[in-house]
């Protein structure tokens, strides 16, 4: 894995109804199939500032046809209490913030089935039985 790689990021926002700043990333490594996402995380850490990697999350990346180059998306937190609020679940597992939940295809299928028989708000009652 010969080769360095060069950020940049676009269309910056600075969202502070969910306190992080949210970019597109602009990956360019020429000589290489792609970049790890925990290298990532640590450049953006030094572009910006932030001292906790956990509030740095990428995701949603596509490497262009022919290499070289690849595209995603990046947020960063002000707080890990912030990212651990407004994360979805999947990202936060798969950043080693939060334990996968395992349940079985049959499980799912009575709970759902068990809330198709009542109506209303029993409906969010009759799920968890």
């Keep these: 894995m010969t080769g360095s790689c060069t950020l940049r990021t676009r269309k910056f926002i600075t969202n502070g109804l969910l306190s992080r700043k949210q970019f597109v ?37 596509r490497t262009q046809f022919g290499g070289g180059k690849s595209t995603g998306f990046g947020v960063i937190y002000e707080s890990k209490e912030k990212a651990l609020q ?33 109506r209303g708000t029993k409906k969010h009652g009759a799920a968890k039985k």
């Design 25 to 61: 990333i602009d990956v360019l490594h020429p000589g290489r199939p792609n970049v790890s996402k925990s290298e990532l995380k640590e450049k953006l850490a030094g572009m910006y500032d932030s001292k906790d990697l956990d509030t740095i999350f990428v995701f949603g990346f």
């Design 86 to 118: 407004f994360e979805p679940k999947y990202r936060l597992v798969r950043n080693g913030l939060a334990k996968k939940v395992d349940k079985s295809r049959k499980q799912k299928k009575e709970r759902r089935n068990r809330a198709r028989k009542v």
